[in-house]
């Protein structure tokens, strides 16, 4: 059975959620697809709903809009010490149209709150995603392309 074909939930649910990670990331994070493969087997589909009702109302539909929501993420985790999910936030806050710069300024302010280890993994990071995109930096438009 694949995921989304189980009694208490159909096929569309999974495609949405897998979607609304595509939208906001433009990839399917391996742990979001472990989650559902375990939902399914588990018989659990009803709560992984549940999570991802949540999850779209606080992050997809929240005031902050997406690209100050995804800078706010970034921050979060690289306070937590958290490079993986960081590196996602990031990428996704570049999707939203957050500037280099903007993303500096966030590890800067991580230092300001949680030390230079936050600092540090948020330049780790931002030097993963410049090395991802082959360093096309474009510093008169403020973005990567």
Known sequence: MSPGTGPNQPPES??????SYMD?????????EARLLLAERAGRQPA???IESMRRELIMNNPLGRKVGQLVHFGQLLALGQGGPA???ARAARRAGASLAELTGVAELALITAGMPAYSLGIQVLSSLL???????DIAHERLE
């Open 14 to 19: 999974w495609e949405r959620i897998r979607q």
């Open 24 to 32: 906001l990331t433009g990839a399917v994070p391996a742990p979001i």
């Open 48 to 50: 992984v709903e549940a």
């Open 87 to 89: 590196g996602l936030h």
């Open 131 to 137: 090395e991802e995109v082959g360093n096309s930096y």
